[in-house]
């Protein structure tokens, strides 16, 4: 006999981002079951939830990051510089710094400050591998899974060295045929298409600057055999285009085309540098691009062209990019980061709150390819970040879910994944807050030469 399902009534939030569940809404087992009108009573309920001092969202979507870079915030090697050279700046230090134990403090921390923020799906884009950190993908699965998280694993790669004309250094990649190996494991062992999954894998080589063709080539062929996503940097900086050109005689567009990549499985992270042209391509092959808009401003990168291509089709999505150029993991900070850069571009009627956290959710789900997460909604996985209006910021605040974007939210009050609590009070279940900064700024501290 199948066994009934508890069904749970958050009730009345004092605002939601969910047309006509002003009364809330009813989580039965893992998913929504069923909106609340305002003043409405739902049909039989085990429990009730008062809600009426929170403010409800879809929880959060992150769709580009790179956990391992909270070992070297602010690093002093680093800070001040622009994409390429703060990069030569910090290979040798990551080549030194990760091993099974750092790697796996920094996910860590990394996967608890994105859910305290209210994110409940994450998308890492791991590339470092070097000697005796082959499970890194592995790790990232266990970490998720004490925190109870969604996660796209992105296995990515690194098979150009600087010896054969790529910017990483020889000691941070890998060989063509250990990469592709990996991937096809790593696909076998976490790849999980159906609904509702915890755990889904993307193929994701670093950049143009960091891998070869053959390697581009070939991951896409086994992206498409495998039913996966395919991930890249693509269209962050100005050095970029120029080193296509000269490597490849073409545009960055042009080599993803030509290396098979233009294609509805693919996302891109930053996705600035796109002429008109470029756009209306990338939105009719509905690729995806991750808007990053903190680590874009700290690398002076440049800002993504967020209205073009979503008026082409392209799904844009919300990424907080790495814990070295942002330099937190904070989606909400995120959003609102977003909201004030594309306001900079586009003007203040022309991109809203709604917009904002809109990338967030319903197109950082899109950029994963996920229909089941990303809205409150009848039959969508019970994924709900709350925010309390109660911290000094928010005192005078109209309305309640532009408050969240523009008074400047950074953690969440509670949040449910797939109908489970992980975050009350706001604190994470099972998390040693103070001991994990401890362990990991020690850890810090001894690999990357961070000073707290």
Known sequence: MTQQKKRTWLKEPLAILAEGAEGGLVVEGAQIAELVPAGG???????????????????????HHHFYQTLTRAHPQAINKELFDWLKALYPVWGRALNRESFRLATRLALTELLMSGCTTVSDHHYVFPAGLDDAMDIQVEEAGRLGMRITLNRGSMDLSEKDGGLPPDSVVQTTDEILADCERVIKAWHDPTEGAFTQVALAPCSPFSVTTELMKQTAAMAKACNCR???????????????????????VDYLEETGWMDGRTWLAHGIHFNDEEVRRLGKAKVGVCHCPTSNMVLASGICRTQELELAGVSVGLGVDGSASNDNSNLMEGVRHALMINRLKYGAAAITHLDALRWATQGSAACLGRSDIGRIEPGMQADIAFYALDELRFSGAGDALAALVLCGAHRADKVMIGGKWQVEDGLPHGVDVARLRAEHGAIARKLAGAVT
């Open 41 to 63: 009573h739902p049909g039989d309920i085990d429990e009730t939830v008062d809600c009426s001092g929170l403010v409800a969202v879809p929880g959060l979507i992150n769709t």
């Open 230 to 252: 395919l991930h890249t940097h693509l269209g962050e900086t100005h050095d970029e285009d120029a080193y296509c050109i000269e490597k490849f005689k073409c545009r960055p």
